[in-house]
C-alpha cells in the first residue's frame, strides 16, 4: 500500500464539512480540475461529521479521500471502522484513513495504544493507513505499523525534528494550515496556527516555545472560532490579544502562507524533507486563492 501512497502526487488540499454541500462540491472539483489527485477532509467538534462530507465529495468526483485526521479518543474505533466499511462497499477503495489522538495528548499511553490499535485494525481492509503525528512517542511507534504518517508541521526544521523518531522510511507528509494572502481569512489562519502550535509539549519544549505559547493559550479558541464562524472580527475581541501580539510568529513557524511565491517555495522547500506537502484549512475557505493555488499542482504533480 505504501507504493500506492507514492502516486498521490506532490501537493494536496484539505476540505473539512462546514460548508454547503454545493460549496464543498465546488472546491472539490477544483482540485480535481486543476489536477490533484487526493483531498483531506478534518474532524473538529466544530464540523459536520468527516464520513458524511467524504460521501458527498466521493459522489461528485473521482478523487481519492483522505481522512486526515479522525481520533479513536473522539469516538470509538469501532464507529470509526464500521463508517469507513460503509464508504469503501459504497464507492470502491478510493479512501485513505489517518488517525491520531485528536485533543488528547498523546503523553498517555492509554491514548497511544487506542490509536496503535485502530491503526492495525484499518489495516486490514487494505486501504493506506496513516498516523497523525507531532511528538516523538507516536512518530516511533506508529511508524512501526501505519503505511505512512502525516506530520503535523510546516516548518523545516520541526519536519526535521519529528522526521528523526521514524523507525522505518515510510510515506511522509507535511499538513498545515494554509492560506494566499491578503485575505478575509487571515483570523481563521491565526487560529489554526495557534491550534496547531500546542498539539506537543515534548515539542514546545525542544524548540523553546513554551512562554509563547503561555501567551497564546490563554486565549479561548474554542470561542474564536465560533465567532469567526459568524463573521466576527476578533481583532475587536479584547482576548485575542496574545494572537495578534504574536501573528509572525504563529505565521513563519505553523502556516504556508504569502504571496503565490511564496507558498510553492515554501512548498519546494518541505519536499526537501518528506514525500507530499497538504496545504491545509482554512484555504479552501478563499475560493479564488484556493483556485490560485491549486493550479500549482500542474507543476508538482507532473
Given at each position: 500500500?505504501?507504493?500506492?501512497?507514492?502516486?498521490?502526487?506532490?501537493?494536496?488540499?484539505?476540505?473539512?464539512?462546514?460548508?454547503?454541500?454545493?460549496?464543498?462540491?465546488?472546491?472539490?472539483?477544483?482540485?480535481?480540475?486543476?489536477?490533484?489527485?487526493?483531498?483531506?477532509?478534518?474532524?473538529?467538534?466544530?464540523?459536520?461529521?468527516?464520513?458524511?462530507?467524504?460521501?458527498?465529495?466521493?459522489?461528485?468526483?473521482?478523487?481519492?479521500?483522505?481522512?486526515?485526521?479522525?481520533?479513536?479518543?473522539?469516538?470509538?474505533?469501532?464507529?470509526?471502522?464500521?463508517?469507513?466499511?460503509?464508504?469503501?462497499?459504497?464507492?470502491?477503495?478510493?479512501?485513505?484513513?489517518?488517525?491520531?489522538?485528536?485533543?488528547?495528548?498523546?503523553?498517555?499511553?492509554?491514548?497511544?495504544?487506542?490509536?496503535?490499535?485502530?491503526?492495525?485494525?484499518?489495516?486490514?481492509?487494505?486501504?493506506?493507513?496513516?498516523?497523525?503525528?507531532?511528538?516523538?512517542?507516536?512518530?516511533?511507534?506508529?511508524?512501526?505499523?501505519?503505511?505512512?504518517?502525516?506530520?503535523?508541521?510546516?516548518?523545516?526544521?520541526?519536519?526535521?525534528?519529528?522526521?528523526?523518531?521514524?523507525?522505518?522510511?515510510?510515506?511522509?507528509?507535511?499538513?498545515?494550515?494554509?492560506?494566499?494572502?491578503?485575505?478575509?481569512?487571515?483570523?481563521?489562519?491565526?487560529?489554526?496556527?495557534?491550534?496547531?502550535?500546542?498539539?506537543?509539549?515534548?515539542?514546545?519544549?525542544?524548540?523553546?516555545?513554551?512562554?509563547?505559547?503561555?501567551?497564546?493559550?490563554?486565549?479561548?479558541?474554542?470561542?474564536?472560532?465560533?465567532?469567526?464562524?459568524?463573521?466576527?472580527?476578533?481583532?475587536?475581541?479584547?482576548?485575542?490579544?496574545?494572537?495578534?501580539?504574536?501573528?509572525?510568529?504563529?505565521?513563519?513557524?505553523?502556516?504556508?502562507?504569502?504571496?503565490?511565491?511564496?507558498?510553492?517555495?515554501?512548498?519546494?522547500?518541505?519536499?526537501?524533507?518528506?514525500?507530499?506537502?497538504?496545504?491545509?484549512d482554512p484555504l479552501f475557505r478563499d475560493r479564488k486563492g484556493f483556485e490560485t493555488v491549486c493550479r500549482l499542482s500542474e507543476s508538482f504533480?507532473?
Amino acid at each position: 500500500m505504501t507504493g500506492s501512497l507514492s502516486e498521490l502526487g506532490k501537493i494536496s488540499v484539505n476540505i473539512n464539512g462546514d460548508l454547503p454541500d454545493s460549496e464543498l462540491v465546488d472546491r472539490a472539483r477544483i482540485a480535481e480540475d486543476s489536477g490533484i489527485r487526493i483531498v483531506w477532509i478534518g474532524e473538529t467538534p466544530f464540523f459536520r461529521d468527516p464520513f458524511e462530507v467524504a460521501a458527498v465529495i466521493a459522489d461528485a468526483t473521482s478523487l481519492i479521500i483522505g481522512f486526515g485526521t479522525v481520533s479513536p479518543l473522539r469516538r470509538k474505533c469501532e464507529n470509526i471502522i464500521e463508517r469507513f466499511e460503509e464508504l469503501l462497499q459504497k464507492f470502491g477503495e478510493k479512501f485513505i484513513l489517518a488517525l491520531s489522538p485528536g485533543e488528547v495528548r498523546e503523553g498517555r499511553e492509554g491514548t497511544l495504544e487506542t490509536v496503535l490499535s485502530c491503526i492495525s485494525i484499518a489495516k486490514e481492509y487494505g486501504v493506506g493507513v496513516l498516523a497523525g503525528c507531532s511528538g516523538r512517542r507516536i512518530t516511533e511507534r506508529a511508524s512501526e505499523i501505519a503505511d505512512g504518517i502525516l506530520f503535523n508541521y510546516v516548518y523545516p526544521d520541526h519536519i526535521r525534528w519529528v522526521s528523526g523518531f521514524l523507525k522505518r522510511k515510510v510515506f511522509t507528509a507535511a499538513y498545515g494550515p494554509s492560506l494566499l494572502l491578503p485575505s478575509p481569512f487571515f483570523q481563521d489562519l491565526l487560529i489554526a496556527c495557534a491550534i496547531v502550535m500546542g498539539s506537543n509539549r515534548g515539542f514546545l519544549k525542544e524548540f523553546g516555545y513554551l512562554e509563547v505559547y503561555s501567551e497564546i493559550s490563554s486565549v479561548n479558541l474554542d470561542e474564536m472560532i465560533v465567532l469567526r464562524q459568524g463573521g466576527f472580527d476578533i481583532s475587536r475581541h479584547p482576548d485575542s490579544v496574545p494572537l495578534m501580539k504574536h501573528s509572525q510568529f504563529l505565521l513563519d513557524r505553523f502556516s504556508i502562507c504569502g504571496s503565490i511565491s511564496d507558498i510553492e517555495t515554501k512548498i519546494e522547500d518541505l519536499l526537501k524533507l518528506c514525500d507530499h506537502v497538504v496545504l491545509g484549512d482554512p484555504l479552501f475557505r478563499d475560493r479564488k486563492g484556493f483556485e490560485t493555488v491549486c493550479r500549482l499542482s500542474e507543476s508538482f504533480n507532473n
